[in-house]
Each structure stands twice: as structure tokens, then as C-alpha cells.
């Protein structure tokens, strides 16, 4: 279980103090899918680089499994099963994909079956891919898909992705998408996705909205998805409407 307690962060912009997060607390079950959506800006990637460890709150309280993880680190956070897939991947020239996923895996082989098997639920070809390496050769979204694959090959309790679904092809999207749904029904990971994509956000069994810094609404996306979709042309109907955490 993770729990967030009044975490707040704010930056310096010369003599001003701005507000990224305002005093946010939730709790996410485990073997849940959580969406955090709302708008550009709105603190999503920030709350979710904290409970990574990329970003240190200004205050607050993060509890993973009953642990105090405020001050840990970021290798102290994935060695306890906290995995981050970034926005933009980053690229290791002279480190292969198979060397890539073998290190993410945390073993000291890893069989090419295995490799194919992770690469395949990206959407990728092993053999087009295990000896390249991860660098410019490799489009956005290539790096993208194998970023996922590490960290499918990691296996951590909780694996959250920042919009996994950027510089995607439409059929590499649909397979990330049952990729998904197969972790979640599988019932071994937490799964935190910061996603603007209705397909995505479909499959959560909670979607928090997040803007201005605070949590606007949260609930089951059968609920706040028709809220979205309802008014794409105005302000989003649901972040104007706040709700007390549970």
C-alpha cells in the first residue's frame, strides 16, 4: 500500500514562492490500476517523480508498505519494488537491449526466450532488436517500448509510467494497452499511469484527476470519463469539483 500525507512542493522563481502540489494526501491500494490525468501543468508528473524519489516533497509523508520512504533515495525506493518509466527514456550508447533488460531484471542472464517474450509484450521483435544498442539510432518511441520492456523485466510491486503512450504508433499502443490489462488481472503489481488517452484511462480502477496542484475528483473511471469526454471544447467539468480523501 502507498500513502501520500499533505505532500506539498514548491519552487522559487526569484522573490516568489509557486505551489507545483498543495497538501495532497491519498492512499492506492495494492494491485490497483490508478490514472492520474487532468491538464498540462497540472502536477501529475511532479507527484509521481515524489513517490519515485526524483523530486523531494517540500513537506509531507510518503509510506510504502508500512515504511517511512520520505528520505530514501531513489535505489533505496527500487530496490523496495518502485519502478519509473520516464516521459523521455533515456539512451545508453554502447549498452544493448539485452544487456539493458538483463541489468533491469536484476539477474545475471537473462535467456533470450525471456528477452522475446518481454520485447514481444511491447510490441517489438527480439531479434530485430536484442543486440542493438539504446541509443540515437533508436526513434522516440523504440527507446519508449523498451524502457516498458525493463521494466517488465524488473517485476516491481509498483511500476509507475509517465505517459507511455507518447511517440507510440496506433497498433505498438494497442498492445501496450492489453500488455497493461494483462499485469493488472494478473494481480501482482500496483500500476500508476499518467495518461491523457481514453483507452487507457478505461481500463483504472480509480482515476485521479489532478489539477492546479491539488486533487480535483477522484473515482472509478466509469464515473469521470463521461465528465471528460462531455466537454472537450471548455474547462474539464470534473476539475471543478474538489473531494475530501477518504
Same mark, same amino acid.
Given at each position: 500500500m502507498l500513502e501520500l500525507k499533505? +505532500?506539498?512542493y514548491v519552487v522559487r522563481e526569484g522573490d516568489n514562492e509557486l505551489g507545483i502540489l498543495n497538501d495532497i494526501s491519498l492512499t492506492i491500494d495494492d494491485h490497483k490500476l490508478i490514472v492520474f490525468t !487532468?491538464?498540462?501543468?497540472? !502536477? *501529475? #508528473?511532479t507527484l509521481a517523480k515524489i513517490i519515485m524519489g526524483l523530486v523531494k516533497p #517540500? %513537506? !509531507?509523508q510518503i509510506i510504502w508498505n508500512g515504511q517511512d520512504i520520505t528520505e530514501l533515495g531513489i535505489t533505496e525506493r527500487a530496490r523496495l519494488g518502485i519502478s519509473y518509466g520516464f516521459q523521455q527514456p533515456p539512451r545508453f550508447k554502447g549498452l544493448t537491449v539485452r544487456n539493458l533488460l538483463t541489468l533491469a531484471s536484476g539477474k545475471e542472464q537473462l535467456s533470450k526466450d525471456r528477452c522475446c517474450q $518481454?520485447? #514481444?509484450r511491447v510490441g517489438l521483435c527480439a531479434n530485430d532488436y536484442l543486440d542493438r544498442e539504446v541509443d540515437v539510432s533508436l526513434s522516440g518511441g523504440e527507446v519508449k517500448r523498451i524502457e516498458i520492456a525493463s521494466i517488465l523485466a524488473r517485476g516491481s510491486e509498483m511500476m509507475i509510467f509517465d505517459e507511455p503512450e507518447a511517440g507510440i504508433d496506433l497498433w505498438s499502443? %494497442?498492445? $501496450?494497452t492489453e500488455t497493461f490489462e494483462q499485469i493488472h488481472n494478473g494481480g501482482t503489481a500496483t500500476m500508476i499511469i499518467i495518461s491523457h488517452q481514453e483507452r487507457i484511462i478505461s481500463l483504472a480502477d480509480e482515476v485521479i484527476v489532478v489539477g492546479d496542484g491539488q486533487i480535483r475528483h477522484r473515482g472509478p473511471a466509469s464515473d469521470i470519463l463521461p *465528465? +471528460? $469526454? %462531455?466537454? #472537450? $471544447?471548455?474547462a474539464c467539468p470534473v476539475l471543478k469539483k474538489e473531494v475530501t480523501e477518504k
Open positions: 499533505h +505532500i506539498s !487532468g491538464p498540462n501543468g497540472g !502536477g *501529475k #508528473t #517540500t %513537506a !509531507g $518481454l520485447l #514481444t499502443f %494497442a498492445r $501496450l *465528465k +471528460i $469526454l %462531455a466537454d #472537450t $471544447l471548455g
